[in-house]
């Protein structure tokens, strides 16, 4: 098997894989508008019920917009050689192999993170926050960034 066929394998699994859960999300959001069912309507309050329909339904689409950005943001770092700069640049810092793997991944991990992060703020401080969830200060959401990636470094991955 040639690499560029390994290439277009990977690129077909994730690309069916993506399609696969959004048809899987469609299909669960179609009941996000359903009544109370019956044998639940003394369990649950109908106004409760309602403001968790429409956080199912918020967090829906939020989720449909993230995971389209991932899907873009990853096809396009695979056809436009991102791995390979990453790689060249962990390689230009060490020709011990345990080494540039564990610079190659950090690499990644960092960039996930901050390209994740705003999605994660917006979910907290729009999405919680519009529904009451939100407990979380502006202060502890930094902090607890700042504490995850020193966890993710003493520990290796997340």
């Given at each position: ?20 859960v ?17 044998n ?35 096809l396009a ?19 011990n ?8 991944f ?10 994740s ?26 902090v607890?960034?700042i ?12």
């Open positions: 098997m040639t690499p560029q066929t390994l290439f277009y394998i990977l690129i077909a699994i994730l690309v069916i894989n993506f399609i696969f959004k048809i899987l999300d469609s299909l669960n959001a179609k009941h996000f508008n359903d009544e109370i069912p019956e639940l309507k003394d369990v649950y309050e109908e106004e409760e019920y309602k403001k968790s329909q429409a956080y199912k339904k918020t967090n829906h689409r939020f989720g449909n917009i993230n995971s389209l950005f991932s899907i873009v943001l990853t770092f695979f056809f436009l050689d991102g791995f390979e700069i990453v790689d060249n640049i962990a390689r230009s810092y060490t020709d192999n345990i080494l540039i793997a564990l610079i190659f950090g690499i990644i991990m960092i960039g996930s993170d901050i390209l992060t705003p999605f994660s703020y917006y979910r907290t401080f729009v999405i919680e926050e519009k529904f009451g969830f939100n407990k979380t200060t502006k202060k502890t959401f930094i607890d960034k504490k995850g990636v020193f966890m993710t470094a003493i520990l290796g991955g997340g």
